[in-house]
Structures are given as structure tokens and as C-alpha cells.
């Protein structure tokens, strides 16, 4: 079992930066592939990066490859999302997510999710 709780999030101007970390406990989080998604109101739940257990691997969307970056720490049992070069379209609650398979983590289909935070960009 794992819980996650996510961090970070609030308002920013277009252009701005903002990192969210994701905050695990519960057994053996070094075994779990992370990743993090977005929902904007009246959207679906949206993809938006992976890593590896390892922290070896990191996958992107593209719509936001150049601007986030996912990053892992074992040691504190987070992991982060660096958010540059925000757009008012990047506003939307954001979640992380663990699972020990990939497809099924990128699919959407992981096993534990956060609460999420809100991101608010402003133009």
C-alpha cells in the first residue's frame, strides 16, 4: 500500500515557474514507477510525465516536453515535477500516480493516486 500526497501547486503568472513534489509512504517506494497527470475542468484526466523506479527513464507528452521535468528522490521517497515557461492552458489540477507496470501507470490506470493540487496560471 502506498500513499501519496502532492504539494506545491497555486497561482502563477503566464511564463512563470513552479515545482510540485509528491510525497510517498507506505512500503518499498523504490519499486514504483511514477508519474504525473492533469485534469482540467471539463477535460479528461491527461498524461503528462513518467520515470522509472529506477529513476533511469524518464516519458513526456508533448505538450509539455521542453517545459516539465519529472525527477525522482528514493531517498525522501518524493518525486517532482519542475514546471517552466507556464500557459494559462497548463491551468488544471495536477496528480501523481505510482504503479509497478508502466502501461498501466501511463494508461491511467495506476494503482494509487494522489488528492492533486491546483495550478492556476494567469495571463
Known amino acids: 500500500q502506498v500513499q501519496l500526497a502532492e504539494s506545491g501547486g497555486g497561482l502563477v503568472q503566464a511564463g512563470g515557474s513552479l515545482r510540485l513534489s509528491c510525497a510517498a509512504s507506505g512500503r518499498a517506494f523504490n519499486t514504483y514507477n511514477m508519474g504525473w497527470f492533469r485534469q482540467a475542468p471539463g477535460k479528461e484526466r491527461e498524461f503528462l510525465a513518467s520515470?522509472?523506479?529506477?529513476?533511469?527513464?524518464?516519458s513526456y507528452a508533448v505538450s509539455v516536453t521542453g517545459r516539465f521535468t519529472i525527477s525522482k528522490d528514493n531517498a525522501k521517497d518524493t518525486v517532482y515535477l519542475q514546471m517552466n515557461s507556464l500557459k494559462p492552458e497548463d491551468t488544471a489540477v495536477y496528480y501523481c500516480?505510482?504503479?509497478?507496470?508502466?502501461?498501466?501507470?501511463?494508461?491511467?490506470?495506476?494503482?494509487?493516486w494522489g488528492q492533486g493540487t491546483q495550478v492556476t496560471v494567469s495571463s
Open positions: 520515470i522509472t523506479y529506477t529513476g533511469g527513464n524518464t
Open positions: 500516480a505510482a504503479d509497478r507496470l508502466m502501461f498501466r501507470l501511463e494508461g491511467g490506470w495506476g494503482n494509487y
